[in-house]
């Protein structure tokens, strides 16, 4: 019990922790916001969703190598560690899960052609798991921005 405590503790007094999870909730809101215009609807999973404007994978990221960076400074190992990290994160939310929404796409094609013509009802599979390049740049900005932005103002 006690070192759930001092986790605990620890956590909360741990400005790097706040400023990466202040950034991510902030990308997300955003990016809930945007859907919302978008869609002209509301969708609570959109929260906790994948894919959209701006990338909260980049942002978050991001804003943790910048606060790294801040706190422990950008020669340090650490700091290595976490934009090496971010980078292997950035490929993957523009690269990798882009392409296979790409397949989720084709294969949903695929089976409403099949139910169409032989009438078998399948679930779709989920199209939107990755990142346009503009999503990820301006989600690598605003991570930045964000950890500058709330570093200072937790002086």
């Known amino acids: 019990m006690g070192t759930t405590k001092n986790l605990i503790i ?5 400005k790097i922790f706040w400023i990466t999870l202040s950034t991510w909730m902030i990308t997300q809101t955003i990016k809930v916001i945007i859907g919302v215009i978008r869609e002209k609807r509301f969708d609570f999973r959109w929260f906790g969703g994948t894919g959209g404007m701006p990338s909260s ?5 991001s804003a943790l190598s910048t606060s790294v960076g801040l706190c422990f400074g950008i020669d340090s190992a650490l700091f290595i560690v976490t934009l090496v990290f971010s980078i292997i994160v950035i490929f993957d939310a523009q690269g990798v899960r ?6 989720a796409e084709i294969l949903n094609k695929m089976l409403e052609d099949i139910y169409w ?11 939107l798991l990755g990142h346009a390049p503009i999503q990820v740049l301006v989600g690598i900005i605003s991570g930045v921005a964000l950890a ?3 570093w200072f103002a937790m002086i």
């Open 10 to 14: 620890t956590l909360a007094g741990n």
């Open 98 to 103: 882009r392409a296979t929404g790409k397949q």
């Open 57 to 61: 994978h980049a942002a978050t990221v």
């Open 117 to 127: 013509r032989h009438r078998i009802q399948e679930d779709r599979l989920k199209e």
């Open 148 to 150: 500058f932005l709330l």
